[in-house]
């Protein structure tokens, strides 16, 4: 959903004016838990391994 459906459903909703949900700034929230450190982990990406690992794949 964007934001601006969000807009038009509370809108229609309350009756109230688009231009007034619009002001008031309704937005959509992310209730999912945040990231525990050892997920965080799996984003991470070590560019200098990554770097090493590709340099030393040509060399056979």
């Known amino acids: 959903m964007t ?3 969000l807009e038009r459903a509370v ?3 309350t009756g109230d004016d688009l231009a007034v949900i619009h002001q008031r700034g309704f937005e ?3 209730l999912s838990p945040p990231l525990a450190d050892d997920e ?3 984003l991470y990406l070590d560019w ?3 770097h090493l690992s590709v340099a030393g794949c040509g060399n056979g």
């Open 3 to 5: 934001r601006h459906e």
């Open 11 to 13: 809108s229609e909703t």
């Open 40 to 42: 965080l982990l799996d």
């Open 48 to 50: 200098d391994a990554l």
């Open 28 to 30: 959509l929230i992310d």
